[in-house]
């Protein structure tokens, strides 16, 4: 494992790529020693990325109960005041994210997460598996004869995407669009090397459709958006969910995959254990991936009060960095955390999509993806394996892989 000055700032956005992954020995060192660690503001940073400005320095949580504790209390703890990501707002930015229902106050966010629990609710998922196990079968047919591929944008980028066309409603004919522009937004910190805002367009695309609703209702999420009268939603509202769903659903999902075959190549003694019989190890497989990984490495509260962390004080307008991935290795609830071990007993107690009012709206989604997903690649390419070494996104908030040539006996 590298080895990292207890002084090591989170908002270097090297550390990943060094890594291969959040810095695991670090956090055990903050855990340890210093377990609601301050981290300040790195001048560096803002002269690299100088679009996402970062001006307040932040407590980092490291260990589980303190993640899980402030994830659960809206009270002390807002995603309003601040937002709820870690780089920080001017007014302008903080109007656009309050009109996401992840930064609303807490009773308007509950009052339209009751709406879209619907959609995602469990039944709701049965009623989308078929769809989902034809798109799955869909996207390693048009890989399985060739015999290779770049995983992460031929394969695992395009289900996410097929599956938000899918539950927006959005017609067959805009899924291109929608895969180029999704993925733009994805790299959100590689993107200003294009010229065109991703927004723009997907904004552009949200309306057209919610114009087409608005004349056809159906079932789909945005019809469902554009009808509710209860929610007072606006355009602009509308246009966040829509971009939301685009980043919350895409870069997570198709991550999570690709670094399930990186682990699979890995670790073979696992992959073999999972082909000895896919039906009993593939759903904690995909937990266990999720807790070792946590591609979303955090989110951001800030505190609303004078308070305690963990018998740590902290201020009334602090901000705080909550590390899944620092949580997800804690040895106080996980055994052994920093090895990789499909047959897992309490995996699923990870926090990769969040704990408390927050918690993933898409988790039961992104579950049935994976499993549709790699249940196609474990039975029908079971022998696939790097033809290179991946390259990692740069930055400070995802653990993602951007690209990995894969090899396999085509079918
Ligand atoms: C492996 C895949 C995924 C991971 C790791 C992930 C991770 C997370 C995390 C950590 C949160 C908590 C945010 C917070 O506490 O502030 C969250 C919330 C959310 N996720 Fe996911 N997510 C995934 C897939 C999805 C999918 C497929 C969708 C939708 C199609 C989705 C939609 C959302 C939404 C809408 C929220 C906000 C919920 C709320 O504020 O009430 N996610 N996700």
């Not at 963990?310 to 960095?321: L, Q, R, S, T």
Request: net charge negative; with cysteine.
């Amino acid at each position: 494992m590298t080895a990292y000055a207890i002084e090591t700032n989170l908002l270097d956005p090297d550390i990943f790529p060094q890594a291969k992954g959040p810095p695991h020995s670090l956090f055990a060192q903050w855990r340890d020693k210093d377990p609601v660690h301050w981290n300040p503001v790195n001048p560096n940073y803002a002269a690299d990325v100088p679009f996402a400005s970062i001006r307040k320095g932040f407590w980092v949580l490291t260990r589980y109960a303190d993640v899980s504790e402030v994830s659960r209390d809206q009270k002390r703890f807002s995603s309003y005041d601040e937002g709820f990501v870690i780089w920080d707002m001017d007014d302008e930015e903080l109007v656009r994210q309050r009109a996401n229902f992840m930064g609303m106050q807490p009773e308007a966010h509950m009052a339209v997460r009751r709406v879209l629990n619907g959609p995602f609710a469990p039944n709701a998922m049965r009623a989308l598996t078929p769809k989902i196990d034809g798109l799955a079968a869909e996207i390693i047919d048009s890989v399985a004869a060739k015999g290779k591929c770049e995983f992460v944008f031929d394969v695992a980028s395009k289900l996410p995407v097929y599956t938000f066309c899918e539950l927006m409603g959005i017609p067959e004919s805009y899924r291109d669009a929608v895969v180029e522009y999704g993925n733009a937004l994805a790299d959100v910190e590689t993107r200003t090397a294009r010229t065109v805002d991703p927004i723009v367009p997907l904004f552009a695309i949200c309306e057209e459709i919610c114009a087409q609703k608005r004349a056809n209702p159906d079932d789909s999420l945005i019809s469902t958006l554009v009808h509710d009268t209860t929610l007072g939603l606006e355009q602009l509202h509308i246009n966040m969910f829509f971009m939301v769903f685009a980043i919350a659903g895409h870069e997570t999902t198709r991550s999570t995959a690709a670094h399930f075959i990186y682990l699979m190549n890995q670790f073979p003694d696992q992959f073999a254990l999972l082909r000895s019989d896919v039906d009993k190890h593939l759903d904690n497989a995909i937990e266990e991936v999720l807790r070792y990984t946590s591609t979303t490495t955090n989110f951001r509260r800030t505190a609303t009060c004078d308070t305690e962390i963990g018998g740590f004080k902290v201020k009334k307008g602090d901000k705080i960095y909550l590390s899944y991935a620092a949580a997800n290795r804690d040895p106080a609830v996980f055994e052994n955390p920093d090895a990789f071990d499909i047959t897992r007993a309490n995996a699923n107690r990870h926090l990769s999509f969040g704990v408390g009012p927050h918690l993933c709206l898409g988790a039961r989604l992104a579950r049935l993806e994976l499993h549709a997903l790699l249940r196609q690649i474990v039975t029908r390419i079971p022998d696939i394996h790097l033809a290179g070494e991946p390259e990692w996104l740069r930055s400070i908030w995802f653990n993602a892989i951007v690209r990995m040539p894969v090899v396999f006996t085509p079918e």
